[in-house]
């Protein structure tokens, strides 16, 4: 089952990161942070790497991060540790003392709490999380009206309704996905777009033949979801061979991760009657009216090979597959608010997944989950703590000084035609800069009700209260024209993103810290940290994606022909370049998959080394900055799953084989020669921008 967020389609391009806590938090620093090696003054050249016997013309991201990653384990209940999971973690800290003090202030103060508070929402929504014995009475409470609703369907048309009425309640959906985002043709009103069917672990994994042996897991744990749906062992185990082979049969019409961004791919508008004809006769429009989406004017279909394969499967006799595989769906959704037992059984899959070896306690659970569920709410509690207004204005005006430096790039290529250039100078100076937190903070949840456990609430009903709610006030929102002052993210998310339908780069709060932005740093060094984040972000504007919108956020491809012939000539040397590339164990990174966010590492590299050079900064410390910022480690499971569901390239890639490409790494490395394992020829270096 997948949940339906306007910003999914807006083809957001996003640049995973993350950072932690807030500046001037004293105390002792975390044992990896003791462990790291500092530059010698001046020249950027630590000791990490010789301590190692490591030289930074062979791999200058393990010269640089090493002897840190070496002293550092993988905690218990993750994935893998980074820089970014570091002060994630610490960002949470501070939103669970928030937590802890609403808890405090509602246990002394229960009688005169007022309801529907902030406070009684957090309060209450993170003591039903906590309350394992009241979960397991509830069951799947307000959930079990859906999941009865698909049960009992007799035929493919009451399937259809069912369907229907679980997305229009709830805003989720499994067979058939509509969701609303930007038009890409005019981003100043919504359109109503279809996507695929949720494809669990997704296409790459589904098709992966070296995952065979994750897949017989994945297929035990559908397998003991349809049990805890009331099915016996012997039914529940061919539901689940059915609903893995429906899967994987999906897979082979969905777009790869390298399409799903492309506006020349996904973007092909139908009429109503058109969309009709890719579906039996009838069904289409049983869903739409139960959906209450049988009124627009057109419907974007994202994925069309699959919205046909999928119609194959509307009749009569795959009717029994399909209820098994909605009800599966809609169970693993929920499973983190259902029993306790349910819970760990999605943990547990998730975790082996991943190669986690710990599940996480439950009460941190439940603090991610209020956390999660409350996003903007505790955002500005997160904001009121940890940035300041002075941060603000010092981050727009280096992201302005990055703006500048674009502008020059795009003037001095000798690839584009002055026409071309003029477009994506107005592209480059309309571009919206949204930095820290939403100047409106959204009240999605004020109509929602979160009940205690004494007044006969539970966590399944209360998420499905919370859920309505945002969900009735999307309804209206996609009526309206599109607020542009909406934010994606909520800014205590460590991340930062490029929105093309609205041409607009946005840096939360989160990630305005420490590593990446210290008021108190050296220029090049918050250059190579924050600078290059920002530079990432306005590059995507210009990548084979993001280049196809216009200043305006509409999809209009602003290229002479033979400018764009040229671009994509250099895209596919780009692409070629990081296929050569090992990403793990001997596997390949997947240049097609990655490469709109390669592009965006060399474009931003090409850029903050131009303002360095012009400053007379120092080279290496950006370098050294820059390698800091991607210092991680993964469980070979995680590192597995990342190749095949991840956009970005692996750490050391993104470190290497972004500086080899580079010209001015050289330039502060001049030991490097013809023969070291960081050298590439000049003719060989690829760049774009």
Request: glycine letters at 8%.
């Amino acid at each position: 089952m997948k949940k339906v967020f306007f910003t999914i389609l807006a083809a957001m391009i996003v640049m995973s990161l993350a950072f932690a806590g807030c500046k001037g938090k004293t105390g002792p620093k975390p044992e990896e942070e003791q462990t790291q090696a500092k530059p010698a003054s001046g020249t950027g050249k630590a000791s990490a790497g010789e301590a190692n016997h490591i030289r930074l013309e062979d791999d200058y991201y393990d010269f640089v991060n090493g002897q840190m990653l070496n002293n550092t384990k993988i905690p218990g209940d993750a994935s893998g540790w980074s820089q970014f999971y570091k002060l994630d973690r610490e960002a949470y800290e501070v939103l669970n003392e928030v937590l802890n003090e609403v808890l405090r202030e509602s246990v002394n103060n229960r009688k005169n709490e007022k309801e529907g508070s902030l406070e009684q929402k957090i309060a209450d929504l993170y003591l039903t999380a906590m309350d394992m014995e009241g979960r397991r009475a509830a069951g799947f409470g307000g959930l079990a009206v859906y999941m009865d609703g698909i049960s009992r369907a007799s035929t493919i048309e009451e399937y259809l309704e069912q369907a229907g009425k679980i997305y229009n309640d709830l805003g989720v959906s499994s067979i058939i996905l509509p969701q609303w985002s930007e038009d890409m043709s005019n981003s100043t009103r919504y359109a109503l777009y279809f996507d695929g069917a949720d494809l669990g672990p997704g296409k790459e994994t589904l098709e992966d033949s070296d995952q065979e042996e994750l897949m017989n897991h994945y297929r035990n744990y559908i397998s003991q979801i349809m049990e805890d749906t009331g099915m016996k062992k012997e039914e529940a185990d061919r539901a689940a061979d059915g609903i893995l082979n429906l899967q994987k049969d999906l897979a082979g019409s969905a777009l790869p991760l390298s399409k799903q961004g492309d506006p020349d791919v996904i973007y092909n508008p139908y009429t109503g009657e058109e969309l009709k004809k890719l579906f039996p006769d009838g069904t289409m429009e049983t869903f739409l009216k139960a959906a209450d989406l049988n009124e627009q004017d057109q419907y974007i279909v994202v994925q069309v090979d699959q919205m046909k394969k999928i119609g194959g499967y509307l009749n009569q006799e795959s009717l029994p597959l399909l209820k098994q595989y909605t009800l599966f769906c809609l169970v693993n959704d929920f499973a983190p608010s259902l029993t306790p037992e349910i819970r760990d059984t999605y943990l547990e899959w998730n975790n082996l997944r991943k190669g986690i070896k710990e599940r996480k306690t439950d009460e941190k659970l439940a603090s991610e989950l209020t956390q999660n569920t409350l996003g903007f709410e505790f955002g500005k509690l997160y904001v009121e703590k940890c940035f300041s207004k002075s941060d603000k204005k010092d981050i727009e005006s280096m992201i302005r000084l990055i703006l500048a430096s674009y502008k020059k790039q795009i003037e001095n290529l000798t690839w584009m035609s002055d026409e071309t250039k003029a477009s994506a100078i107005r592209k480059l100076e309309h571009m919206n800069l949204k930095v820290g937190y939403p100047d409106k903070w959204p009240n999605d949840y004020k109509d929602a009700k979160v009940l205690s456990a004494e007044e006969g609430g539970n966590l399944i009903d209360n998420s499905l209260s919370l859920l309505k709610a945002v969900n009735e006030v999307n309804k209206k929102k996609y009526k309206e024209p599109v607020d542009k002052g909406e934010w994606g993210m909520t800014p205590q998310t460590v991340n930062a993103y490029y929105n093309p339908t609205a041409n607009e780069i946005v840096f939360p709060a989160a990630i305005l810290q420490p590593p990446f932005y210290d008021p108190k740093a050296d220029f090049a060094s918050n250059l190579g940290g924050i600078g290059m984040v920002m530079a990432h972000e306005v590059s995507h504007a210009f990548d084979s994606s993001g280049s196809l919108y216009d200043e305006n956020g509409n999809y209009h491809v602003w290229w002479t022909k033979e400018d764009r012939e040229k671009f994509d000539e250099l895209a596919k040397q780009v692409e070629d370049y990081y296929s050569g590339m090992d990403g793990f164990q001997g596997r390949k990174v997947n240049g097609a998959q990655t490469l709109n966010e390669n592009i965006a590492d060399l474009g931003s590299m090409a850029c903050i080394t131009a303002i360095a050079d012009e400053k007379g900064s120092d080279l290496n410390l950006l370098f050294r900055q820059y390698a800091t910022i991607w210092a991680s480690k993964y469980t070979p499971e995680a590192m597995l799953d990342r190749l095949n569901t991840d956009s970005h390239s692996p750490a050391k890639v993104r470190v290497n084989g972004v500086l080899s490409a580079t010209d001015a790494f050289y330039k502060a490395y001049p030991e490097i020669k013809e023969g070291d394992a960081m050298y590439v020829a000049p003719d060989k270096r690829v760049k774009i921008w």
